[in-house]
């Protein structure tokens, strides 16, 4: 069976200091990779997408980046954080194609930013 | 505005039964989905419905889906402590195909 795992699941970060969030996904190969982040009281916001290996598309210009290195690990990256950049990251993966196999999306269990 | 949109608050006595809505815009929508999200934790697949079905059943869990209407229900019976959370409605996007959230619902189930 797929599993999906993120870390860490906590972390407090300084303003203005990088920031690295790691996925990865098991038991499948050359999934769609999305990173959403759901800030306090609000729903999810789509960040970035994957559909391969260095395929990312960005839904939304902030100064935060993706990167996807290898089939089944994406990484959420930024050089400086801001005080705004505070919220709930979440991962999520799905196969793609068509039917309702393909478009389900299964999420990680999140990891908690805050940004002092 | 939203793609789609949810009652931001349900609150809930232990025993009846909850209603949650949800409208969409896209009517050419295949998928509607239903995420539950507890607290810190990531959203879990409750449940979906095919567009052309107006009903779903799974055990305490009732989808029903209008598509005149875009309007799309979740009716959780015999609402437990344990179904405090909140609800996401989600349909897929036809124009690249990702799935676009409401802004959830927060259940909260009293004694």
């Known amino acids: 069976s797929q599993t999906i795992h993120q870390w860490p699941a906590t972390l407090v970060q300084p303003v203005g200091s990088p920031l690295s969030l790691e996925c990865t996904v098991e038991?499948?190969?050359?999934?769609?990779l999305y990173w959403y982040r759901q800030a306090a009281g609000r729903g999810l916001q789509l960040l970035f997408y994957?559909?391969?290996?260095?395929?990312i598309s960005s839904e939304v210009p902030q100064n935060l980046s993706a990167s996807r290195p290898q089939d089944r690990q994406f990484i959420l990256s930024s050089k400086k954080l801001l005080l705004s950049d505070s919220g709930f990251y979440l991962c999520?993966?799905?196969?793609?194609?068509?039917?309702?196999?393909?478009?389900?999306?299964?999420f990680g269990e999140g990891s908690w930013l805050t940004v002092v | 505005g939203e793609d789609v949109e949810q009652s931001l608050f349900l609150s809930v006595r232990e025993g009846d039964s909850s209603v949650i809505n949800c409208t969409y815009t896209?009517?050419?929508?295949?998928?509607l989905y239903w995420y539950k999200q507890e607290p810190g934790a990531g959203l879990q697949l409750l449940t979906y419905?095919?567009?052309?079905?107006d009903m779903k059943q799974d055990q305490r869990l009732t989808v029903l889906l209008n598509k005149k209407d875009k309007h799309l229900s979740l009716r959780i019976a015999d609402t437990q402590t344990g179904d405090s959370a909140i609800y996401f409605c989600?349909?897929?996007?036809?124009?690249?195909?990702?799935?676009?959230f409401g802004a959830g619902t927060t259940v909260t189930v009293r004694a």
């Open positions: 999520a993966w799905n196969l793609g194609g068509d039917g309702h196999e393909g478009n389900t999306i299964y």
């Open positions: 038991g499948t190969s050359n999934p769609n």
């Open positions: 994957s559909v391969g290996i260095g395929q």
């Open positions: 896209d009517s050419s929508s295949t998928y």
């Open positions: 419905i095919f567009s052309n079905m």
């Open positions: 989600a349909e897929i996007r036809q124009n690249d195909y990702k799935l676009s």
